[in-house]
């Protein structure tokens, strides 16, 4: 089978395997739009909480817009008690129709796993378990009972704390369809490399292991993908399913059918400067759309010097990108590239 092929998650199909990861300040409906537009398989949303959204706050309900270019639709929720997974599970399958629910069991920030969530899921299985559960069991109650759950973990706690396989199995007998290890510690947050000799552990555990839909439970990586190649190695060395982008992705969706490229054709194309700043632009349009001019232009600073990165005189145009306040202020910035 070719490295690059689709996958099925519980009953969905998704025609490819390279996603999008959750990655909050940057997975909204703009980002999605772009990198489906430049090859993503599927995007995530970042991770909503699952209490605020039922308790009807408006910021997070503007994470949940979907992108119109993508007909599939992962969301993920965090949350650190069964009856606000339930609850906030039972309200986004309502309203927005997600194709699959993404629970978060790896997020390092300390407000997060205070509240129990995040990677104090991965130290604890057996809330890991009640909470997928919960999910699950709010999905029967709609009118899409087969709607696929899915969790993202970590390794463990710290290197003496690795607890990625009984997160995982946990997981497992819970009802999962798919899990997603970024095999980094919650210790580690971002630093160190990712050791994904975990994740062709966990690929090899699950081998042989089935979702109630017949479907064989899917493993997908995270972690230290910053180039096609980066991916390819990635699939050939642990055997995983699929791979998710995130740090990758910024400022650079064209990863995602450069990537199909390498691994259906052996080869790939660099794209050119005004490609990388008229998708920014596009970004930023769409940006625009969900919120204000100025809320926008704020947001994509930070984007905006992703896509800028190798440009000559970049350390320049990245003063000028900190201070830009209009559409009209990034494309003079990037005038006499255009
Ligand atoms: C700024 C930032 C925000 C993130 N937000 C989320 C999130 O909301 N949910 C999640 O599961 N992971 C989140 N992650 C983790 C990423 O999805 C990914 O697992 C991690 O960055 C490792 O992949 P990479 O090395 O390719 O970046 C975030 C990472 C970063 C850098």
């Known amino acids: 089978m070719s490295l690059y092929h689709s996958v099925h998650i519980g009953n969905l199909k998704v025609p490819g395997n390279l996603f999008l990861a959750p990655v909050a300040g940057y997975s909204d409906r703009a980002f999605r739009f772009i990198c489906k537009e430049n090859g993503a398989d599927m995007g995530y949303t970042e991770m909503v909480s699952s209490e605020a959204i039922y308790r009807g706050s408006d910021k997070s309900e ?22 606000a997974i339930f609850e906030g599970s039972s309200f986004i399958i309502k309203k927005y129709s ?3 629910l993404d629970i978060n069991a790896g997020c390092p920030v300390p ?11 991965t130290r604890e299985p057996e809330k890991l378990y009640k909470m997928v559960k919960a999910a699950i069991l709010a999905t029967k109650e709609t009118d899409n009972p ?5 969790v993202k973990i970590r390794s463990g706690w710290d290197s003496s704390h690795l607890s990625w396989k009984e997160a995982a199995l946990a997981a497992y007998e819970a009802g999962v369809a798919a899990i997603t290890i970024h095999p980094r510690t919650k210790a580690q947050g971002y630093e160190g490399k990712s050791d994904w000799s975990i994740l062709a552990e966990l690929v090899d555990l699950f081998k042989d292991k089935k979702h109630s839909s017949g479907s064989k439970i899917q493993i997908f990586g995270s972690g230290d993908v910053f180039s096609p190649e980066d991916a390819k190695n990635m699939l050939e060395q642990t055997k995983c399913d699929g791979v998710m982008f995130a740090r990758g992705a910024m400022g650079n969706p064209f990863i995602f059918n450069q990537t199909k490229d390498l691994l259906t054709k052996g080869s790939y194309e660099e794209v ?3 490609h990388r700043i008229n998708t920014g632009l596009k970004e930023l349009e769409i940006l625009i759309e969900d919120s204000n001019e100025q809320i926008a232009c704020r947001e994509m600073r930070k984007r905006f010097c992703c896509y800028a990165k190798g440009f000559s005189g970049s350390s320049q145009i990245r003063m000028q990108i900190v201070q830009a306040q209009t559409f009209d202020d990034y494309k003079k910035i990037f005038s006499s590239f255009l």
């Open 111 to 121: 407000k997060i796993i205070k509240s129990g969530a995040g990677s104090a899921l």
């Open 62 to 83: 503007k994470l949940l817009l979907k992108a119109q270019n993508d007909p599939l639709f992962a969301v993920q929720i965090f949350g650190g008690n069964e009856t």
């Open 272 to 274: 050119s400067i005004q």
């Open 146 to 150: 087969a709607l696929p759950v899915t």
């Open 98 to 100: 997600p194709s699959l």
